[in-house]
């Protein structure tokens, strides 16, 4: 049955002819998620990711869950897809196993509007990986090609769940649920490390298109996150090996290197490949030997460039991987060893600048491809996939496969969600900047609520304690304030001389303060003065300037009450003067109005009576002014 071919795709067809010769047998992880329902009754449940959409790794996503009876396998169009009623609730469709591909059902859902899709499993059974179909489905390259169209996650649950669901939602019942990806991928520090399985196949299909097309777009932030040390890389190779008994048969003819112990699928032999691409890479005689010698020929060069020889630089592999397969094509019957030696040793941007002692070290690394013996780098890959020491990795047995802190990554092949899946490996709050664009998650602290941390508003700005990660947010009040991160409160920093390093003057404000200089002093680095010589000139200037001016106030002051006193004794000289003048002829009054001013004549005071009519003379022709210059 169709719906039964749930966990190989078809890159891997040729795994069903050539036989697993590890130790034992290996055992295939299956990558889960959690199903939390809110209400009307509170559970929790395992889901399976499937291998194909955009699983939200390092967040969730809140929903209803909704389910059209009249489309319940999902395997065409839907008519009439109920939707979500609650606020900022997305759209979770349930749907049953069977009939047709896992991506058909999630596809049709998508088209009806769903955010994210369940899949009810409807055999009693253990959880399993949900495949995207391969070339040689019923609905050919085309439902391949499709399948990568789908940008919403999907799961699996077991039947015994998927009843439980289906049967609330037909009563009637609003279901509400979280999908929650967040501890899906292992997060336990801040570096991450991660894996890609694949091969150096160039021709296999639509897969070696993708998965050639991600290493070209992640390249760039791949070898940043390397760069930073944030991240640590590694290339792998899925590889077979051929029982001894069948190395010679036409199985396995062709396909191996070192005895038939390494092998890998013909190039030719996807079920999606170009007939005339497969024709011209036949005419060149390239088979699967040709394309697991190139796969340990990678490894190698990866071991040189991240040995001590070369200062451990394993970035430099990217350039390599970029490069060889536009210079070295299968195609153009350059896929040969000689053309990989050239491209490790072409100086970058386009290879890595490897000198020629580095390239006996990787003549030595591959050894001799034709021998009956054993390659110990190539043993070592094989334990790697088959898991045997028991890392939790599980076994690789699907091509190509992404590894994030041990976690087999599921989704689509793309730099973007794959990225994603490499910031949820990042230790809470520890996750480098990259992750934390609007391309790779929410930031919940823009939410109205603030992300439910403090936040107040003043004059000064807008303070918050609100911490984006890429797993949700964390309530950390700023600095210069103290709290729990709900509630927060300004600290004084000037009252605090451990707060500040103000050398003279200190301004608190809210969220911080400044520092300040007295007149003379300019500050300089935030905190310290010094004296500025422009200012000093000024004051200096002012100073003397204002001397000056003081001194001529006082000195024109002085000038002024000198004058005034001046007068005021000139006029009492003269007035004395007058008075003494006056008293020599006649008797001055001391002011009796009664008395006579012209007594009779006769000797008054001893003067003769002749002067005193001289002076009545006088009186009559002119009055008397004390401030005349005569008298």
């Not at 947010?473 to 001389?497: H, I, L, M, N, T």
């Amino acid at each position: 049955m169709l719906h039964s071919m749930s966990l190989l795709p078809g890159v891997l067809v040729a795994v069903l002819m050539i036989k697993f010769a590890f130790a034992r047998p290996a055992a295939f992880i299956v990558e889960k998620a959690s199903l939390r329902i809110l209400s009307p009754f509170p559970r929790v449940y395992d889901t399976a990711l499937a291998n194909f959409g955009t699983p939200l790794y390092g967040a969730s996503l809140l929903g209803e869950l909704v389910y059209s009876a009249d489309d319940a396998l999902g395997c065409t169009p839907f008519a009439d897809l109920p939707r979500a009623k609650g606020v900022g609730h997305a759209t979770i469709a349930l749907v049953d196993r069977g009939s047709c591909y896992f991506a058909e059902k999630v596809l049709h859902a998508q088209l009806a509007g769903a955010q994210a899709v369940l899949v009810a499993d409807d055999v009693e059974e253990p959880l399993l990986t949900m495949a995207d179909p391969d070339g040689s489905a019923g609905g050919g390259t085309e439902l391949a090609r499709l399948a990568q169209e789908i940008s919403i996650p999907s799961a699996l649950v077991t039947k015994e769940v998927g009843d439980v669901l289906r049967a609330a939602t037909v009563a009637g019942d609003v279901l509400v649920l979280t999908l929650d990806w967040q501890d899906s991928i292992s997060h336990p520090d801040d570096v991450v490390e991660w894996e890609l399985w694949s091969s150096s196949d160039q021709v296999c299909g639509d897969s070696c298109t993708r998965t050639q097309g991600f290493i070209s777009d992640i390249m760039s932030s791949a070898v940043d996150l390397e760069k930073q040390g944030a991240a640590s890389f590694s290339p792998h190779y899925v590889t077979w090996s051929c029982p001894v008994a069948e190395n010679d048969t036409e199985k396995c003819g062709g396909l191996c290197i070192n005895g038939g112990r390494y092998c890998a699928p013909d190039p030719t032999d996807g079920p999606d490949v170009d007939p005339n691409i497969a024709d011209r890479v036949r005419t060149h005689g390239y088979n699967g030997s040709d394309v697991v010698a190139e796969n340990l020929r990678r490894l190698c060069l990866f071991k040189e460039l991240s040995g001590d020889n070369h200062g451990n630089v394993p970035w430099k592999y990217w350039k390599y991987a970029t490069s060889h397969p536009v210079k070295c094509s299968m195609t153009d019957g350059t896929f040969t060893a000689e053309c990989s030696e050239a491209v490790m040793q072409t100086n970058e941007p386009d290879g890595c600048g490897l000198d020629a002692s580095a390239m006996s070290r990787i003549r030595a690394c591959v050894g001799d491809t034709t021998a009956d013996k054993a390659n110990p780098l190539m043993d070592a890959e094989m334990q790697l996939q088959s898991d045997q020491g028991d890392s939790g990795r599980g076994a690789i047995v699907m091509l190509p496969t992404v590894v994030v802190n041990l976690d087999q990554y599921r989704g689509r092949l793309t730099s973007k969600d794959v990225l994603r899946a490499i910031c949820a490996g990042f230790l809470e709050s520890t996750e480098p900047r990259v992750c934390l664009s609007s391309a790779l998650e929410s930031n919940e602290c823009l939410r109205p609520d603030h992300g439910g941390c403090w936040f107040t508003e003043t004059p000064d700005g807008n303070f918050s304690a609100c911490v984006d990660t890429f797993r949700g947010v964390e309530c950390r009040c700023p600095p210069s304030f103290r709290g729990d991160g709900v509630v927060c409160e300004s600290v004084d920093e000037c009252s605090d001389p451990a707060m500040n390093h103000c050398e003279q003057d200190c301004v608190n404000i809210i969220g911080g303060h400044r520092c300040g200089c007295r007149s003379g002093f300019k500050l300089v680095g935030g905190t310290s003065c010094i004296q500025d010589p422009v200012e000093a000139s000024k004051l200096r200037s002012l100073d003397a300037g204002s001397v000056f001016g003081i001194s001529l106030l006082v000195l024109l002051g002085a000038t002024v009450l000198g004058y005034a006193a001046y007068r005021i004794r000139i006029k009492a000289e003269i007035d004395r003067e007058v008075r003494a003048l006056m008293a020599e002829y006649m008797p001055l009054s001391d002011g009796d109005a009664s008395q006579d001013p012209y007594p009779p004549r006769g000797r008054v005071n001893g003067a003769n009576s002749g002067i005193e009519t001289e002076l009545q003379a006088v009186r009559g022709e002119r009055k008397v002014s004390f401030y005349d210059d005569e008298v």
